[in-house]
């Protein structure tokens, strides 16, 4: 698909434009959460201490993985936004800002991380597997700046409607680190250290493949060496737009590391294995949601600069659809085929015993999966038309209801904590929903004034 083709699609029916969007990027998260399953799955034959250590370390990864799509969600808005309003050397200006951010805060957290790591272990309750967590999260320390920087390169490129080439990105590190896992850790004995040193050598891969769609002149918008100076209007608006999807992805994934603590509290560690492979199998589900969440920032977002307030109301009706209906689709299959889904991360000889309990646990812990659905959804369209904080507002609430269930339910067993995680995600939903409901009718009244 050509460049120019890509934005007109951007810019045209709404419909069309989410589901070209969100195709492609569902199927690179899909790859995505599969590489993540498949990384479980190999560690898995090392033992439950070691997916333990993968279980506590992995929300810290995922926190610098969101720094980076957080930055790249607030990008695509205000890129999409320029070329919508016709400002296209705005937005070659928006991209450039994006990459020299990413490349700072990354520099800037490195010895951070560096020093930190061992306390930030020790507070998320590695405790017995400490020395497994540390291995694992060692690499991800000194490459943080590669893991951000990837991220927000595809942010960039969805924001000038090339969801194909960020799709290509993500499926490259995901199929890159299917095949470097078993090399790295095997083959080369390095045991868990080598499951993240291949995470980081797939980014660095996937992050040269979008540095050559950006810099070879293969999207709509060209960048040349004049282009790369530093702009501090044009880096404002990056960060307006940007550091609240990053807070918000920081709170998500942060929280995680708590919920996970409650967990050891509840269960100990092999409680901890036993939830966090479930709830990755259930994420996995989620994947429909979250990439049409990805898809409706563009696309509304180059409806807000166009001020067509029918093509945005449209969006974001479509992509509730066709978001939430897939995923509650896909509940069905969690639900028929529960043993065989479990199967992977159960084969060896000393794990197969926890089968039994995942089983138990996914058949009702499952029915989160739309309730949580609503949020990136919503989230998408905050951000569209610039009101991200009241999306980063929401996450905090949600997580605070979440960790105070989780609280009162790690006094129990795991099926309370199942039965936490589902009433806390409904009241998050629900507040989530009318706080952009509200929000709607606020915009469009504000669109019709403008007009």
Not at 285 to 305: E, F, R
Request: charged fraction near 10%; hydrophobic fraction near 50%.
């Amino acid at each position: 698909m050509s460049s120019n083709k890509s934005v007109d699609i951007l810019l045209g029916d709404p419909k069309k434009a989410i589901l070209a969007m969100s195709v492609p990027i569902m199927v690179a998260l899909f790859v995505a959460e599969i590489n993540t399953i498949v990384d479980r799955a190999w560690c898995s034959g090392m033992g439950s201490d070691t997916l333990a250590a993968v279980a506590v370390v992995r929300p810290i990864y995922n926190v610098l993985v969101g720094l980076g799509a957080g930055l790249g969600v607030g990008a695509s808005a205000v890129i999409s936004r320029y070329i919508g309003a016709g400002k296209k050397g705005d937005a070659v200006s928006g991209c450039v800002q994006t990459l020299i951010l990413a490349a700072a805060i990354g520099l800037a957290l490195t010895p951070l991380l560096l020093i930190a790591q061992p306390y930030i272990l020790s507070m998320l309750g590695a405790g017995s597997v400490i020395d497994e967590s540390t291995a694992y999260m060692s690499a991800y320390s000194f490459f943080v700046v590669l893991i951000i920087i990837n991220g927000a390169i595809g942010g960039i490129l969805n924001g000038q409607g090339a969801s194909t080439l960020s799709t290509a990105m993500m499926v490259t590190l995901a199929v890159s680190n299917m095949v470097l896992d078993p090399i790295f850790i095997y083959m080369l004995g390095m045991g868990i250290t080598g499951a993240s040193v291949a995470t980081v050598t797939a980014t660095m891969i996937s992050l040269l493949l979008g540095l050559f769609f950006l810099l070879g002149r293969r999207t709509y918008l060209d960048i040349s060496k004049a282009d790369i100076v530093w702009d501090r209007t044009h880096s404002r608006a990056v960060m307006t737009a940007g550091v609240p999807q990053m807070m918000e992805y920081l709170v998500l994934y942060g929280m995680d590391a708590i919920l996970n603590y409650l967990v050891i509290l509840c269960a100990g560690t092999d409680g901890l294995t036993i939830f966090s492979t479930v709830d990755g199998l259930i994420i996995l589900m989620t994947v429909p949601a979250m990439a049409v969440g990805s898809a409706l920032v563009p696309v509304a977002s180059s409806a807000y600069g166009q001020k067509d307030i029918q093509r945005l109301n449209r969006s974001f009706g479509y992509a509730l659809l066709f978001g939430i209906g897939l995923v509650t689709a896909l509940i069905l299959v969690l639900e028929i085929f529960p043993e065989q889904l479990l199967y992977i991360f159960t084969y060896s000889d000393n794990m197969e015993a926890y089968r039994p309990q995942m089983v138990h646990l996914l058949s009702f812990m499952c029915l989160y999966m739309p309730l949580f659905s609503f949020n990136p959804i919503c989230s998408g369209y905050l951000q569209a038309v610039k009101h991200p904080n009241y999306s980063v507002g929401m996450a905090v609430w949600r997580n605070i209801v979440l960790i105070t269930f989780f609280w009162i339910a790690s006094s129990y067993t795991l099926d309370e904590i199942g039965l936490a995680l589902i009433v806390g995600h409904f009241v998050g939903m629900s507040c989530m929903c009318t706080l952009t409901y509200i929000t709607s009718k606020r915009v469009g009244r504000e669109m019709s004034v403008s007009e």
